[in-house]
């Protein structure tokens, strides 16, 4: 039975998107509070990034198990256990003396309780809402989960600044224990009779789990050679060897996949489902959409916080209008425009983020301040809501409403590596771009003595931090170096960080407006739409 309209679909749509937004919050809030955590949990930020990394590879990791869970237990019972095993996560964490406690409070048990979730939610959404309402009903669940990474450093910052991070995970278990009471409220299609693909699922979780890994270490290992005194592995950096493997090893599971049914087995995946011409069109979108979104979350924040050293809650409050236009969009497109075009929409989105990041990139110059990023994070919430409003619906909509949950194992994994490709990505040309312009300055200016310029030679082969003029001319001023040679050093560091990222705000509108040329696997055709209808012009 699915839902329609009224009080009933308002709690299951709350619900649903409830679950999202607690499922996104963790990163966003952790980002801005790494330096508090560490020094509450006796640990360095390094450690604490450590716990980031695994909590979103243990994610990516086990998503399309999660989804095929999903679909054996019960989509509401995978919901419900994912809910339990997350709610433990955040109360472990929220008491946890130490990081290897953090390690097994949020990245593992938080980790297994979002892969369970999160595809549940997706095949939720499309057992309880007719095929006309889910664009309205995907729309506001994307958005509640972007709402989470952009209101997250408020979030963090506010917490964090006037009572305690563990607060945080404090309030998701309350929110974890409001949610469970409500489940017996949404329906769910009865769970299939199948066997779960043990080895399969070894293979996926190991294969994604090796990309994965390798994108995330990229930053400080090199993608292909190693970085200053990194690890390397027969000339190569380590980054290297766990994509190939990682490759290979998905290549196997695909294989796996394949052979089973042609046996008549069950497989984990069925492989036939990313022939499917909308469905993987609407995965790539999900892909680019992530790669994007985490691209300008990695390099805005920058901006905010290190360039115009603002703190975690006035960073938090300039990604405002973001949030916003992408609720309000996200929102008000199936409802004011129901019959819309679903591909025109989705280039427009994209239109629209190109737009915004670019106007950033050109703003990066030494007058800039924090009204830059006003317009382009308005026009990066209406190209986010406009691709949330419709590529939900799009996915789901390709296959029976059965396979609904598997289709959620791979939406999520494409986001997860999307997201962290994404950030991988950007930070790379955003550090490399930062090391080669502040060479080119110190070495242009006279001020610089040849032994600083030693230093520097030294400390950039080893990968030049993103830090503000506050903290750079304090490392200066304990170092011992010339005033004179500090202030150039000062300066061009400024200048470079500028630079870098312009570079990273114009790579990331590249890939923007690069999407647009895999939107034609997109339906022209709104979901929902009777098959007599015509498609719109």
């Known amino acids: 039975m699915q839902t329609g309209t009224g009080s009933r679909a308002t709690l299951v749509l709350a619900t ?3 679950g999202q937004f607690l499922m996104t919050l963790d990163s966003s809030v952790m980002n801005v509070s790494m330096a508090t955590v560490a020094s509450d949990l006796g640990t360095t930020v390094t450690g604490i990034q450590t716990a980031i990394t695994l909590y979103t590879l243990v994610m990516a990791a086990l998503m399309i198990t999660g989804g095929r869970i999903g679909s054996i237990v019960g989509r509401r019972r995978a919901f419900g256990v994912g809910l339990v095993v997350y709610g433990c996560g955040s109360l472990t964490t929220a008491l946890a003396p130490n990081l290897t406690v953090l390690l097994v409070g949020w990245s593992l048990l938080e980790g297994i309780g979002a892969a369970l979730i999160m595809p549940a939610i997706v095949a939720l959404v499309a057992a309880n809402f007719s ?3 889910r664009s309205g009903a995907y729309g506001l669940v994307a958005a509640s989960g972007a709402a989470a990474v952009a209101a997250g450093p408020l979030i963090g910052g506010a917490v964090t600044t006037f009572a305690s991070w563990r607060y945080v995970f404090a309030g998701e278990v309350v929110l974890v224990l409001l949610i469970l009471p409500v489940l017996r409220r949404i329906d769910d299609a009865p769970p299939a009779p199948a066997r779960l693909d043990i080895v399969g699922s070894v293979l996926s979780a190991a294969g994604l789990g090796l990309v994965v890994f390798g994108v995330l270490r990229s930053g400080e290992w090199g993608w292909v050679r190693g970085h200053g005194s990194g690890p390397e592995i027969l000339g190569l950096s380590p980054v ?5 493997g990682g490759m290979l090893v998905v290549y196997a599971f695909a294989r796996r996949e394949a052979h089973l049914l042609r046996s008549g087995r069950e497989p ?3 492989t036939r489902l990313l022939a499917v011409r ?5 995965l790539t979108m999900f892909f680019a959409q992530f790669m994007i979104q985490a691209g300008v979350f990695f390099t805005v924040p920058l901006f905010l916080s290190v360039v115009l050293e603002l703190d975690a809650l006035q960073t938090g409050v300039r990604l405002v209008p973001l949030s916003v236009a992408l609720l309000v969009t996200a929102v008000g497109i199936p409802r004011l425009r129901s019959h819309a075009d679903p591909r ?10 190109t737009v915004g990041i670019v106007i950033l990139a050109a ?6 301040n924090a009204a830059v990023v006003a317009v382009p994070m308005l026009l990066m919430g209406l190209g986010l809501g406009a691709l949330a409003s419709q590529l939900g619906a799009v996915t789901v909509s390709a296959v029976p409403d059965d396979r609904s949950a598997e289709v959620g194992g791979l939406q999520n994994t494409a986001t997860n590596l999307g997201a962290s490709l994404g950030t991988a990505l950007i930070g790379s040309v955003l550090i490399a771009t930062l090391g080669t312009s502040v060479a080119q300055g110190l070495r ?5 003595p040849p032994s600083v310029l030693q230093q520097a030679d030294v400390e950039l082969a080893e990968g030049i931090p993103f830090v503000g003029d506050t903290q750079l001319r304090t490392a200066l001023d304990d170092a011992g170096v010339d005033p004179a040679a500090a202030d150039a050093v000062v300066e061009a560091n400024s200048d470079a960080r500028l630079t870098a990222l312009q570079s990273a705000f114009a790579v990331t509108a590249l890939l923007a407006a690069g999407a647009l040329f895999f939107t034609g696997r997109i339906p022209r055709r709104p979901v929902g739409a009777r098959d007599d209808a015509p498609a719109p012009t």
């Open 240 to 244: 290297f060897w766990l994509l190939l």
């Open 16 to 18: 649903l998107a409830a």
């Open 131 to 133: 095929a006309e309402k």
């Open 344 to 353: 025109r929409v989705v280039r427009l989105g994209l239109a629209s983020m």
């Open 278 to 282: 909308q469905l993987s069109g609407g």
């Open 444 to 448: 242009a200016d006279p001020r610089v």
């Open 363 to 368: 703003g990066m110059d030494p007058g800039a």
């Open 268 to 270: 984990l995946l069925d």
